[in-house]
């Protein structure tokens, strides 16, 4: 994507070159955008001669250091404070307080606008006090400005216009303080209140009958509109201009820098009706010649001569000069030319006087432009911590354009992590803020990131739909720059989507619009771009020789634009069209000059893409140990990224987007141990398999007993607490509406803000991990090895079943106490057809174990059950079948293997079909590293005395019976008898996890709880029922105090926002008002639940996002988190009837006979199997409960 930053950057030169044309004298002139004239006080006669000399020899002093250019502030300002002292000993208040002024304005001149307005704060009395409007006029320009630069906008207004009521003689102020004002407007983003002031200014030249004054005032108006992004419009009004001033007798600086702005966003044919200023081509140099045979000569010279206005300013002791050109030399020169590290140097020096100035609009500028290398460096959480640093900036001083920019870019890093929900949001943000402050620039850059963000979540439909917006708009404004920059988009999506024939549609009109590009370097790198689409849709086509010509074409055009990145892409096509004309050793060779490229820019992501393409490349061509050292290299670059990244949500996204590098590894490690068993080099490939899982979780699991908000800021405490609150405000006023059924938009509206401030919440939990020293004392735990896998997690009568789905091949790895082997398996998209069907049948009631009189769901078509899954059975189990024995079996599954329940999978070991629970326990965790995490976390924890809490049959609606008194009282009454017999008569499915807020009534729930209680003696238990299922309940500390919490209600898995997954609690109160009843992930996270136990009896709670590298990530994951070792939960919806028994039975197993969970639920399950009601006999009920976690 071809940035638009360079017309920017020509604004900062050209107030950089206004400053090397000023000299600091002892009286200097206003500085350029100052609206008071100099000030000329009368001098006093009664004071004393001798301090009167002094203060006059000082000043004299300092007039001549002005001259010399001498250092302002260690020279020049000493000289004026030295006159100051002895003014105020003379007692001359005029001359006080007139070097007071000059002190604040030599400050501004220097940039170091805090000090500014001190100085002119301590003039301002004196002024006043003297009666002297003069006086007062002076310093209240000096104020304006110091607040104008430190972003304090409303008070520079108001003191803006002040001004003309001081100076009523002085013709052209008003006009200028209107344009300044205006200015200011822009700033914050008030497009029709910036226009007024502009017209305002406009309309005083008017009536003047002034031309050239119309025609600079109509230009800044037309510059205002080229930021916009407003572009036809901009160049109707600058005819305008022109045509009352053709001969340019206005400023020709301004309207270089106009000029320059407008061919940075303009079709050349469009530009060909203005006017050219006289002296272009002087101010092009940096772009043009950027673009010639010349450009590596231009380039070097450009970096000389800013690196000499720098060292000017430094001597000068000039802070704006050098920030400003510091800026320059890193934005202009080194990060177009992929110069990163240097462009970060010149930048966090930048930085430094930027804050050493004061100015805040500026800073969070320089701040956006660090971390955009930040994330280009790979250096993620630093990105968005200094990102999070110039929002808080921009939000205190309200300048909404900027804040639009700098979530631009924070969307950015959260894209390059895979972190598509958070880079939705904040590009959503950004779009938002960018439409309501009118700027269609920014509006166009936001839709276009959507769609890419949509494009990189292969959801190509709607990436489309946003490009197209974005396309529509960039015709109607007029924006050839980034029509062409979204046709390129579009090709690319098209290509994505396997559209060839439409990317070869779309390129060539993106080619044809390149040549209507005004700058070299702009045209030579979209057709840049072009090409190396064009040679990939001629790799898919099967022209390699025309694809080969294409992608180098395409890489020395990148190299001629300057635009390093781009060169060093379409490296990849020249690589890939090598490879497909079967020259293994080329493409090895491109891919190598493409890493050493990289490796230049500091570009650490890319680097580890071209690693990984190496090696993927020499293990097709057998070069094993080569292949294995350069996929190391890659993982060990990304687990360095990985591990700067404090959000685990953001780890996790980053983690999903690299899985493919560990199962290269995994490959190459086993077609090794092909050829050489000997070297264990299958236990290597078992160890990389347990370090690409679960590895957020684990990490989780540490942190969780540990008090990581000790030591930290207790501002940001309060800001997480303040955040928090204003969640849940946010949360009851949405469930009151959606109870109402009424006003959707407000709903959505408050959706809105809720994901917001959820997402800021995530900012600040961020800090508090980045902060905290508890947090950073933690040792954070390792994936084990095969060796620490025996000792620390496996038991004698336990086998470990680890599987590894990949493209060509997988993989299952069984071990044991004392050995392990290792399987080659099918590729695993056969083992997922195979293990969809399963899961359909068994989910849709499909017996697979036939005994007649069974229900099957209608639209389930999966195959005949029982073949199906014998065909499964034998993928995944039929090569070890003979290691099992009756032992227990720890399941660490990949994929879709995490949703099977393997308890119900025929035993590839029996001639008559029957599930493998009959001769097996079975457990499930993530990774293997998790029990021995978990048991590290637990084996120093106090048992809970109490044993049971159990909250169910919660209330959903205020149609609910227990709302009649009468109603109420019988069902309380029911629920203190029970009767097991009462079961029989239930058969209402817990089916509703996707109902929408409406949720049936389970009123098998309270009779399942009751039977439960029964079981346990009430001192040593606690029952919530009804309304008391509430989140009161839930949050107590009480809760802590046992040993196994039952949930017995709904719960859901939110498939388009996991982090709003819950566990439904009652969502009314006694008296019928609306409550949030819904425990979501979050909340889950927040609990203190220290059970050996917990117990989700309700739908589907087993479910998660399944994220490649971490598996299901869902509501077991928070009950882990808030402290239990396993819970018990569910894959699918389960009937109320079948549910009730089998928690029964599950319970009476462990509070009678003492088993523990995982046999007591083995137990139960194989009763219910061997049960000759059908109605507890099918599969589809009894498996579908499973335990994560501990079995011990």
Request: proline fraction near 4%; include cysteine; charge should be neutral.
């Amino acid at each position: 994507m071809i940035q638009l930053h360079l017309h920017r950057l020509k604004l900062i030169l050209l107030l950089c070159l206004s400053l090397s044309s000023e000299t600091v004298s002892a009286n200097p002139k206003p500085i350029p955008g100052l609206l008071t004239p100099p000030l000329q006080l009368r001098t006093q006669t009664n004071t004393s001669d001798t301090n009167r000399a002094a203060a006059e020899k000082a000043e004299q002093e300092a007039g001549q250091l002005g001259k010399q250019k001498a250092p302002l502030l260690t020279k020049i300002i000493p000289k004026w404070e030295e006159a100051l002292k002895y003014w105020r000993l003379a007692g001359d208040r005029q001359k006080e307080t007139q070097t007071l002024d000059r002190i604040s304005k030599l400050y501004l001149a220097r940039g170091e606008f805090p000090k500014a307005l001190e100085y002119a704060q301590k003039a301002l009395p004196i002024c006043q006090a003297l009666g002297d409007r003069d006086c007062e006029g002076a310093v209240t320009g000096s104020l304006s400005l110091s607040y104008q630069n430190m972003g304090e906008y409303e008070k520079a207004i108001d003191m803006q216009l002040q001004l003309p009521f001081f100076f009523p003689k002085t013709a052209d102020l008003p006009p200028a303080v209107f344009s300044s004002v205006g200015q200011i407007y822009d700033n914050l983003g008030e497009k029709q209140k910036a226009l007024d002031y502009y017209n305002k200014a406009l309309d005083f030249w008017k009536e003047k009958g002034d031309v050239v004054k119309q025609a600079e005032r109509l230009q800044n108006i037309a510059f205002f509109h080229v930021f916009l992004g407003e572009i036809e419009k901009s160049i109707e009004i600058i005819k305008q201009a022109n045509n009352l001033d053709p001969e340019f007798k206005r400023n020709e600086s301004n309207y270089n820098a106009f000029y320059v702005s407008l061919r940075s966003t303009s079709c050349s044919d469009k530009l060909a009706s203005i006017k050219k200023p006289p002296k272009i081509e002087k101010l092009d140099n940096s772009s043009n010649q950027s673009a010639s045979t010349n450009s590596a000569a231009a380039t070097k010279n450009n970096i000389e001569s800013w690196k000499q206005k720098v060292q000017q300013y430094r001597t000068q002791e000039l802070l704006r000069g050098e920030a400003g050109f510091l800026e320059l030399l890193g934005g202009l020169e080194y990060k177009r030319i992929g110069e990163y590290k240097k462009a970060l140097e010149v930048y966090q020096q930048a930085l430094e006087l930027r804050q050493i100035m004061g100015g805040k609009p500026r800073e969070a500028e320089t701040l956006t432009n660090i971390a955009d290398i930040l994330n280009r460096q790979g250096k993620k959480q630093e990105a968005i911590n200094v990102l999070n640093q110039a929002l808080d900036i921009q939000r205190q001083i309200k300048a909404r354009p900027a804040q639009a920019d700098t979530l631009l870019t924070l969307g950015d890093v959260y894209l390059s992590l895979g972190a598509y929900p958070e880079s939705l949001n904040v590009y959503n943000q950004a779009l938002s803020t960018s439409k309501i402050i009118g700027n269609r620039s920014r509006e166009i850059d936001a839709l276009r990131r959507i769609g890419d963000v949509y494009r990189k979540s292969q959801t190509y439909p709607q990436a489309l739909s946003y490009y197209q917006q974005a396309l529509s708009i960039s015709k109607n404004t007029g924006n050839c720059n980034q029509e062409s920059t979204l046709l390129s988009s579009i090709t690319q999506n098209h290509f994505a989507a396997g559209d060839y024939q439409q990317a070869i549609n779309f390129g060539n009109q993106a080619l044809a619009l390149s040549r209507n590009l005004e700058i070299d370097e702009y045209k030579l790198a979209l057709e840049a771009r072009t090409l190396d689409i064009f040679a990939k849709v001629e790799i898919k086509q099967g022209n390699y020789s025309k694809s080969l010509e294409s992608s180098q074409k395409a890489r020395k055009l990148g190299r001629e634009s300057g635009f390093r990145e781009i060169e060093a892409r379409a490296i990849a096509a020249t690589a890939e069209a090598y490879e497909a004309l079967k020259q293994p050793e080329k493409a090895i060779q491109a891919y190598q000059e493409q890493l050493a490229l990289y490796a230049q820019m500091g570009l650490s992501t890319e680097q580890a893409q071209s690693y990984y393409n190496i090696a993927k490349l020499q293990r097709q061509n057998n070069q094993l140990p080569e292949s294995l050292s350069e996929i190391d290299k890659a993982i060990e670059i990304i687990e360095n990224i990985r591990k700067e990244v404090v959000s685990e949500d953001l780890k996790t996204s980053f983690f999903a987007t690299v899985q493919d590098y560990y199962q290269l590894k995994i490959n190459i490690l086993m077609e090794l141990h092909k050829k050489d068993p000997s070297k264990g080099y299958n236990a290597l490939a078992l160890d990389t398999s347990e370090r690409s899982r679960a590895r957020s979780l684990l990490e989780l699991l540490t942190e969780a007993h540990a008090d990581i908000r000790k030591g930290v800021d207790p501002k940001l405490l309060e800001e997480e607490l303040s955040v928090q609150q204003q969640i849940d405000a946010r949360r009851k006023i949405r469930i009151e509406l959606l109870s109402s059924k009424k006003n959707s938009e407000q709903v959505d509206e408050l959706n809105k803000e809720i994901e917001e401030l959820s997402e800021k919440y995530q900012q600040i939990l961020a800090s508090i991990r980045a902060k905290s020293p508890v947090y950073a004392a933690i040792t954070q735990p390792h994936p084990l090895t095969l060796a620490e896998i025996q000792s620390s997690v496996l038991d004698d009568n336990t086998i470990l079943l680890q599987y590894s789905l990949g493209k060509d091949h997988s993989y299952l790895w069984l071990v044991t106490k004392t050995g392990m082997k290792s399987y080659e398996l099918p590729k695993g998209e056969d083992i997922e057809t195979a293990a969809k069907k399963f899961y359909q049948n068994i989910k849709g009631g499909r017996e697979l174990y036939s005994r007649g009189g069974i229900t099957v769901q209608p639209g389930i078509n999966a195959g005949n059950p029982e073949k199906v899954a014998t065909k499964l059975s034998q993928m995944l189990l039929q090569p070890v079948a003979q290691e099992l024995g009756n032992k227990r079996l720890l399941i660490v599954g990949d994929g879709i293997l995490q949703y099977i329940p393997f308890a119900a999978l025929p035993n590839p070991t029996q001639t008559k079909l029957q599930p493998l629970l009959v001769e097996h326990e079975i457990v499930n965790a993530p990774s293997a590293s998790t029990i021995s995490v978990v048991r590290n976390e637990t084996k120093n924890r106090n048992v809970a005395v109490k044993k049971l809490a159990v909250l169910a049959d919660p209330v959903f609606s205020k149609d609910d019976d227990r709302l009649k008194p009468d109603v109420t009282q019988s069902v309380q009454n029911r629920g203190k008898n029970p009767n097991f017999t009462e079961l029989n008569t239930l058969a209402m499915r817990r089916s509703s996890c996707d109902s929408n807020f409406s949720f049936p009534r389970l009123e098998g729930t309270h009779t399942e709880a009751t039977n439960i209680l029964s079981l346990v003696p009430k001192s040593l238990s606690k029952s919530a029922f009804d309304f008391d299922v509430n989140r009161t309940t839930v949050t107590n500390p009480e809760m802590s105090q046992y040993q196994i919490v039952h949930f017995a209600t709904h719960g859901f898995f939110d498939t388009n926002n996991p982090k709003c997954s819950s566990v439904v609690l009652s969502l009314v109160d006694s008296k019928g008002n609306a409550e949030d009843g819904f425990l979501q992930l979050q909340d889950i996270f927040n609990l203190n639940l220290p059970a050996e136990l917990v117990v989700l009896s309700a739908c589907e709670t087993g479910l998660g996002e399944q994220v490649k590298g971490e598996g299901l990530v869902g509501l077991t994951r928070g009950f882990m988190y808030a402290g239990s070792p396993r819970v018990a939960v569910s894959l699918w919806s389960v009937d109320d009837q079948g549910t009730a028994e089998l928690m029964t039975k599950f319970y009476t197993n462990m509070l009678k006979d003492n088993l523990p969970s995982v046999a007591a639920l083995r137990a139960a399950q194989l009763e219910m199997w061997q049960s000759p009601n059908p109605n507890y006999s099918q599969t589809n009920v009894w498996a579908a409960f499973t335990l994560q976690g501990e079995w011990r």
